[in-house]
């Protein structure tokens, strides 16, 4: 191999503003996808048909189609079908948000369905209403269980928020495709970028598994 | 505005080949990945550190970053330092393989730790020798178990296979927007697009939870 390596073309000051816009995207679409995923997965569990249908079809397809398609598709189709034209940040934030929503919703539904039935026994013989079960009983052992497949759904979004660049987000990955096409250095700069990415990301994985571990401890 | 589907099945031979490209990358990427990932699998839970080392840095890297940038980086990075085109294919073929290797190796590694030590007892007790250990004992319950999980890891890999279109693979995604770009009516298009991907991926997600159960009866737990 004789290429010669040159890191200092590899300017980090526009790779900087990317990261910023892509920890931004990452952030908003997780509160989009904690806080909604939740009334979502409780309709998916509802025994009222027509809530529960449409909730689950919109859960099915997100979670079984690709999500350049969906990002793609929210681009180029939401401006045309409903004559809305957002800024390209709104867009990108809304696109990864609903993605997100759908893969919590499985994961709160999991952690519900995990509340153990005496519980629900103890808190019907309280005489707790409907919404006060779930708001004081289901809710926060149900979140508690489902934060390691919370975080494990952030970062995947912090992942697939790199797929906002093919529709000119200029997030760290649309900034670190210009930079390697200006600067003809595709090596150093999408290796430097990965590394970003996987400084971000491991960590949080990290998290997780201690977590996880800590759980199982405290389970057994 | 007003929408008219019947432009898509003008275009049917384009996309059909272009989900051929996909499924056929799918295909071959799950093949070589499964494999890839066993033998990572086993070389993350082997006594030696350097083995047990580089595979987790493998595995931690490619789970770590997005699949996008790891498509990027071998189809504008690899050939640069290996001196040598490669074509589209392979390109494509290499980076979801080593995806895809990544991924499987964890399941391989949960279910090959979800195999009870009173197994290895006995096999000791036995006298069995390392190589039948592995093949007869260890492999059929870890392939059994890792199964339903596997089966979720192809319909993620058949999703990120869509990726490959950002780096101009003519798969079903690539085909689809350049239809819907030449034709300017995306809405129909890209619906018509995204419903493929769909009719394909929800059976398999279904599937898995058929076996899943499957699997669970079998090994009754």
Same mark, same amino acid.
């Given at each position: 191999m004789d290429y010669s390596f040159d890191f200092? #073309?590899? #300017?980090?000051g526009p790779l900087w503003e990317g990261l910023i816009v892509t920890l931004q995207l990452t952030i908003a679409a997780n509160l989009i996808g904690i806080v909604f995923g939740f009334p979502l997965a409780l309709l998916i569990m509802s025994r009222f048909a027509p809530a529960r249908l449409p909730a689950m079809l919109f859960v099915e397809f997100f979670r079984c189609t690709p999500a350049i398609v969906q990002i793609v598709w929210f681009f180029y189709c939401v401006p045309m079908l409903f004559n809305v034209f957002l800024g390209s940040m709104t867009m990108g934030i809304m696109a990864l948000g609903l993605n997100l929503m759908a893969f919590n919703a499985e994961a709160y539904r999991a952690a519900i369905q995990a509340v153990p039935r005496e519980q629900l026994d103890a808190s019907i013989a309280l005489g707790l209403n409907p919404l006060q079960r779930t708001l004081y009983i289901v809710l926060p052992t149900a979140v508690r269980a489902s934060i390691p497949v919370l975080l494990t759904n952030g970062i995947g979004i912090f992942q697939q928020s790199a797929l906002v660049a093919i529709v000119a987000v200029q997030d760290l990955m649309y900034q670190a495709k210009t930079l390697a096409t200006e600067t003809y250095r595709p090596i150093e700069t999408f290796t430097v970028v990965a590394l970003v990415y996987f400084a971000v990301s491991f960590p949080v994985s990290q998290i997780v598994g201690y977590l996880e571990r800590r759980r199982q401890l405290i389970m057994s | 505005m007003t929408l008219d589907f019947s432009i898509v099945l003008r275009f049917q031979e384009a996309l059909a080949l272009g989900l051929w490209m996909t499924i056929k990358l799918t295909l071959i990427c799950v093949v070589l990945g499964c494999s890839l990932g066993f033998s990572i699998g086993l070389a993350r839970t082997s006594r030696s550190a350097l083995l047990r080392a580089a595979s987790s840095i493998y595995v931690e890297f490619f789970r770590g970053t997005p699949v996008l940038v790891q498509l990027f980086w071998i189809f504008f990075c690899l050939p640069l330092i290996l001196g040598v085109e490669l074509s589209n294919l392979t390109s494509g073929v290499i980076a979801l393989t080593l995806y895809m290797g990544a991924i499987s190796s964890e399941t391989f590694r949960a279910s090959l730790k979800s195999i009870g030590p009173e197994q290895l007892d006995a096999c000791v007790a036995l006298d069995l020798p390392r190589r039948v250990q592995v093949t007869s004992v260890i492999l059929p319950q870890a392939v059994l178990r890792a199964v339903p999980t596997l089966l979720s890891n192809c319909v993620s890999l058949f999703k990120e296979s869509a990726l490959v279109s950002a780096v101009g693979m003519a798969d079903l995604m690539f085909v689809g927007q350049n239809i819907s770009n030449n034709t300017a009516r995306p809405v129909e298009v890209l619906t018509v697009v995204a419903l493929i991907y769909f009719v394909i991926a929800f059976p398999l997600t279904r599937a898995v939870t058929l076996v899943e159960r499957r699997v669970l009866a079998k090994l009754a737990i």
């Open positions: 200092q #073309s590899v #300017s980090f | -």
